[in-house]
């Protein structure tokens, strides 16, 4: 993508109402405009990076064997009633009335759609375990919505509903979904804890938050502080598998919300517990038959007995993490995108854009890098090296690669590592060999 033609508003000055580190920097890097309060506009960068999150939830969703589908955001009211939530779920709900004055809503959770649908076209145990999800837009009328993406009021879940025969079918779903949080978030870049959490208003007894540590999340949190050593993915452990021990290792280190956490009766010394805060990007329940029972979903037994389906459901915050993992990985110049979710994976600059070699050997190299299947955005403008340079570290992409007339002569352009903050001047041969090794 050139950076002439490209749609990338970025802002020089820190916006007033940006409280927090992501926020300034999603608008600064033209990410994301806010249209009312808590609800955004994503423009094409952000949109890259949420398309990213996205893909990395959808596999890993895929491959713990959940099947993706879509339910629309406007739900029947009639369906909430049956469940007994559309009283109970309060002023989050938008509400809303169509022409022929039936109550509609804007789904702020869908675990009544899915059990609809469940009930209408599942009617045999042959059918379970069943473990489906979507990935859409949500409203909640959050009271304070703020930080940006972090808490809005519209905001993009991937959310999964499991359906099994028993306990122990449920038990399976739930430790499939908690194996694939922690392997969505590792990809991500992100050491995201799973601990202990209430299960609110969902109802159900058990349940993990999956948590970042920053210092500008809402919850607090605590943990043993050995969980800043973990790595997950050196796990080696399938779905296939039986997944209880992985289970019972990766929460057998303490870690819980601060509604959970008992001081008192803590098992972690005081020297190794962190007191921290954190951003939930993920939860995952256990639901029972709460609504399966409630909503009369059943299937036929091999007895020809009714068995009401145990759930369970599971949701990531997708349009959230896009600010959480900028929390993670920013420096005073701007963003620092792990691999796995950069908008491009290299900025390529032409440090001269009126000197006729600078222009040919960089179109060329820009020409190279997208044959060699590198996504890159190729800052062909005419504006001054600060400016490129400052832009550039902006939008945090992994590599940057520069060319100008002094390296020219040498025969070199120079490569650097936005993480590292690492130079270092090469062939145009070497650095696409460089890139294109690069996780
Ligand atoms: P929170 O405690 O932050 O209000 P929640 O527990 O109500 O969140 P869940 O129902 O568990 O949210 O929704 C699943 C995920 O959706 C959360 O883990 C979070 O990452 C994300 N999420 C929830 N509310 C918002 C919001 N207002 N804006 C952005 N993301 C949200
Ligand atoms: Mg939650």
């Not at 703020?146 to 449920?170: N, T």
């Not at 996504?375 to 403008?381: E, G, I, M, S, V």
């Not at 340079?389 to 520069?402: E, H, N, T, Y």
Request: proline share 5%; with cysteine; glycine share 8%.
């Amino acid at each position: 993508m050139r950076l002439s033609h490209y749609f990338l508003p970025l802002l020089r000055e820190n916006p007033a109402e940006a409280q927090i580190v992501s926020h300034r920097l999603m608008l600064r890097a033209g990410m994301v405009r806010q249209s009312s309060a808590g609800i955004y506009s994503w423009l094409p960068l952000g949109l890259r990076v949420l398309r990213k999150i996205e893909g990395i939830v959808r596999a890993e969703q895929d491959a713990a064997g959940a099947q993706e589908l879509l339910m629309p955001t406007v739900q029947p009211a009639e369906l909430w009633r049956e469940s007994g939530r559309y009283d109970d779920y309060g002023e989050e709900m938008l509400r809303i009335v169509d022409r022929h004055q039936r109550d509609m809503l804007y789904g702020p959770t869908n675990e009544e759609l899915i059990t609809d649908i469940f009930r209408h076209n599942i009617k045999t145990y042959r059918d379970l375990p069943k473990n489906l999800y979507h990935i859409q837009w949500k409203f909640r009328d959050e009271v304070r919505p703020r930080f940006g993406v972090m808490r809005g009021r519209e905001f993009l879940m991937k959310d999964a509903y499991s359906f099994d025969l028993d306990l122990a079918g449920a038990r399976r779903s739930y430790n499939k979904m908690f194996l694939a949080y922690l392997r969505t978030f590792a990809r991500m870049g992100l050491k995201a804890i799973p601990m202990r959490a209430d299960t609110g208003p969902i109802g159900g007894d058990l349940s993990h938050e999956f948590i970042i540590l920053a210092d500008t999340g809402e919850s607090q949190v605590y943990c043993d502080s050995a969980w800043l050593e973990t790595d997950v993915l050196s796990t080696d452990v399938t779905y296939e598998d039986d997944l209880e021990p992985f289970f019972r290792r990766w929460t057998s280190l303490y870690a819980a919300t601060e509604e959970k956490h008992d001081a008192a009766n803590c098992p972690v010394p005081a020297e190794r517990l962190l007191a921290a805060r954190g951003i939930e990007v993920g939860q995952i329940f256990f639901l029972g038959n709460k609504y399966s029972a409630a909503m009369n979903a059943t299937v036929v037994g091999p007895a020809g007995e009714k068995i009401v389906p145990e759930m369970g459901c599971y949701g990531i915050g997708v349009s959230r993490l896009v600010g959480a993992i900028i929390e993670a990985s920013n420096d005073d110049a701007g963003i620092i995108w792990p691999a796995g979710v950069a908008p491009f994976e290299a900025g390529l600059i032409n440090l001269r854009a009126g000197d006729a070699a600078c222009v040919d050997a960089a179109d060329s190299l820009y020409a190279t890098m997208n044959n060699a299947g590198i996504d890159t955005l190729y800052d062909d403008r005419a504006e001054s090296a600060g400016t490129k340079f400052a832009g550039m570290d902006l939008i945090g992409l992994p590599w940057q690669v520069v060319v100008g007339p002094r390296g020219l002569q040498k025969g070199v352009v120079e490569v650097k590592n936005r993480g590292t903050g690492q130079r270092e001047e090469m062939t145009a041969e070497a650095a696409i060999n460089r890139l294109k090794a690069a996780p």
